[in-house]
Every structure is written in C-alpha cells, then in structure tokens.
C-alpha cells in the first residue's frame, strides 16, 4: 500500500528524547517500511526515517514560543500538506495530529484515519472533534473512549514498540525510576513521597515545558539531593533504556486519566514491573499482581514496594511480547487501511 503519515510538528520523528506519539509514528513508520509498504512520513525536516520523508517544516518547533504561535505553524504546515496530496495519491492517510488535520478533509481527498494521542475531556476539544464524529478514529485505549463516546471508533489499538529497543534485563538494580514529564498530573511529587517513605533511592528522568517550568523550580528541584533523590533531567533513547533496565521498578503515580503511558510497556519490555494509579489506561497495560500492581493510593503504592518480589521480571517481558509490539500494532492499523481504501 501507498500510505501517508502524518506527524505532530513540534517533535522530530523519532524524538532526540521527550515524545510519545512522535515515537509511535517512527515505529509503526519502520514497520510498515519493513514489510515493504510504500510508505512516506510527513514531519519536521530533522526527523530521520528509513521510509521517504517529506519535511513540512525545516525543524521541529519543540514547546517554545506561545501556545497561538505553535498552532499557527501547524496551520501554516497543513496547508503544504493539502499541496502535497493533491499533486501525489495515496491509499490512506493516518493522521497524528487531531482535528486540526481534519479541518483540510475536503482539500486532502483521500480516506483519512485519525488516531488520537490525548484525553479528550476539554470542552474545546470535545466540540471540534464532534464536528468530524463520523469519520473514522482510532482509541489507544478503551478508557479514552468516556470522554468522548460518540466518536466513530473503528478500534482500539493499543501502541507497540520494537524489542530490538528494548533488551530484557533479568538482574536489577535497587532504585525506582520516574519516567515522563514534569508535570502534576504524571505525579512526580508522589514518586518523591513514596521512596522517601520507603527508604529507597528515586531516579527521575523528565520533560520540562516552559509551562511547567515552575512547578519544577519550587516543588521538585528542592527535594532532587543527588543521593536518595536523583535528577538526570531529560534523556534520549539510551539513556531510558539504561534508567528502566536498572531499576527495581517503575512508579506510575499517575493524576489523571492517561491515554495510555508508553513509559509503562517501555519499562515491562525490559522486565521492570510497574506500580501505577488504577488511572486511566493503566489496568488495560498492567497486569495486576503479574507484571506490577495497580493502586488506589500513594499508601497502597507504597505498601506494593515490599511485594515486588513477588513479580518475575519474565512475566513482563513475556506481557509485552504477547501485546505490545511493533508488529500487532503494524497488522491492526493495515487492516483498517485495506478496509478504508476498498470503500473509498
């Protein structure tokens, strides 16, 4: 198949460090290339592809700047995308982005497939996407679909990652691990209480928006003392490999209803159970008492630290391998493909 994919602007594919979905595209991108499908990557000019690259922008624009200036450089790129597809056909469009993709339908002219990365429990969002309802989406998760049900969702299509990435480590070392952003709602605070509580070394390695940065300066700064609490700031591919294949396991203290948490499957990949919130899409990726435990509270959280022993490190090795990969996901997103094209 000839497919089109495109890509949030403000990250390069795939991210030097920080970004989910940015992330998700490289690898479904290097799937679909493998398996010998036409496929072109529509993205910032410094992403690096094995399939063909078309950069809509000369570099990705990251979080700086206002959040208007970065819309409006999203707006601006949509348009030279719009040129793109109507000089060149393809078979489908998998839209990363969101609704704003899909205020150029009419100028694209082909079947679009919309995934959507975020949750959409925003007023604002939630009115723009009903205005596409009928058009197909895809869910990362079941949980994302509560906020907004009347979408027309084809499937639900869990992400998945390349093992080769991710080498399974079966001696690990004694700290937890705090993967993510800087952000209340990823729970950092709660990742620093329950070490503190539990006496364990707590290394961090987290994004910092210039929205967030404050929250950052005031509440986590003061308590990272380099010795039981431990701030590497953001890391890139190796760095999170290495951080997640050392560490006795993951915390999750999630705040909010996360669309799904590829930080979760990254460290299960390499076998480091997960202690999480009981949050959004984390009950459908952990396996409760299996591959880590799923928690109500900060105190149960740290109650489940004594009983990670009782986890075995294959056991989330061997979850991934049978949900989570590069693979499934690559043959779920075709088969919608082939079906959207045969009824264009």
């Known amino acids: 198949m000839k497919i089109a994919l495109l890509a949030p602007f403000e990250e390069r594919v795939p991210p030097k460090k920080y970004g989910g979905t940015e992330v998700v595209v490289y690898t479904l991108a290097e799937e679909l290339h493998r398996r010998g499908h036409d ?9 690096k592809v094995s399939c063909r690259l078309i950069p809509i922008v ?13 819309e409006a450089y999203t707006y601006q790129a949509l348009v030279d995308v719009a040129l793109w597809l109507q000089k060149e056909k393809f078979d489908v469009l998998h839209n990363h982005i969101g609704w704003q993709a899909l205020l150029f339908k009419n100028l694209f002219k082909l079947p679009i ?15 723009m996407y009903r205005q596409f309802q009928d058009m197909p989406f895809v869910s990362i998760s079941n949980n994302q679909r509560k906020h907004l049900p009347e979408l027309n969702y084809v499937d639900t299509i869990h992400h998945g990652l390349d093992l080769r990435q991710f080498p399974y480590n079966a001696t690990p070392g004694a700290y937890l691990a705090f993967l993510g952003r800087y952000s209340p709602v990823k729970g950092p605070l709660e990742a620093i209480e329950i070490a503190k509580r539990t006496g364990r070394r707590l290394v961090m390695a987290a994004k910092i928006n210039e929205f967030e940065r404050k929250f950052y300066e005031n509440e986590i700064k003061p308590q990272a003392d380099g010795k039981q609490i431990i701030d590497l700031g ?5 760095g999170k490999v290495e951080l997640l294949s050392n560490a006795y396991a993951l915390l999750s203290p999630i705040q909010w209803e996360e669309p799904f948490g590829l930080t979760n499957i990254e460290a299960m990949a390499v076998g480091t159970p997960v202690i999480g919130m009981s949050l959004g899409a984390l009950p459908e990726v952990i396996k409760n008492g299996k591959t880590g435990f799923l928690c109500k509270s ?4 740290v109650q489940r630290v004594s009983q990670l022993d009782t986890i075995k490190r294959e056991d989330c090795r061997a979850h991934v391998e049978q949900n989570f990969t590069a693979e499934r996901m690559a043959s779920q997103y075709l088969a919608l493909y082939q079906k959207l094209a045969r009824t264009a």
């Open 298 to 301: 900060v105190d149960e959280m």
């Open 58 to 70: 000369p570099k990705a624009f990251g979080s700086s700047g206002s959040k208007r200036m970065r």
């Open 113 to 127: 497939l919309t995934t959507i990365h975020w949750v959409l429990d925003s007023p604002c969002e939630a009115a």
């Open 234 to 238: 953001e890391v890139g591919m190796k």
């Open 39 to 47: 496929v072109t990557v529509f993205a910032s000019g410094d992403s």
